[in-house]
């Protein structure tokens, strides 16, 4: 899978974010692209794609989904401690 010029915004949330990392934490990774294909397709195209050998959640949406979902209480509470590693037009 490209994630090219569809990628809008990857992240990191959860324990990671808050700082906390041991061997009972896991990576809370948050990725909004474009695509048609649906959700479940897209988190299994990913998880194959990026190969981790970690443990790791995963969350894909799309800008239309994301834009809907930040407003839900589970998603603003892993909004507010949120590392962004990198976002459409957002340069370092």
């Known amino acids: 899978m490209d994630l090219g010029s569809g990628l809008r ?9 808050r700082g906390r990392s041991d061997l009972r934490t ?7 692209m474009e ?9 299994q ?5 990026l190969g981790l050998t ?5 969350l894909c949406y799309t800008p239309e989904e994301f834009e809907w ?10 909004l507010a401690d949120e590392w962004v590693l990198r976002e459409k037009g957002v340069h370092p």
Do not use: H
């Open 54 to 58: 970690v443990d790791y959640d995963l």
């Open 9 to 17: 915004r990857i992240s990191l949330f959860g324990s990671y974010a």
């Open 35 to 43: 695509s048609d294909k649906p959700y479940l397709e897209r988190i």
């Open 26 to 32: 896991d990576l809370d990774i948050l990725i909004v």
């Open 69 to 78: 979902m930040k407003e839900t209480p589970f998603l603003k509470n892993a």
């Open 45 to 49: 195209e990913l998880r194959a794609a």
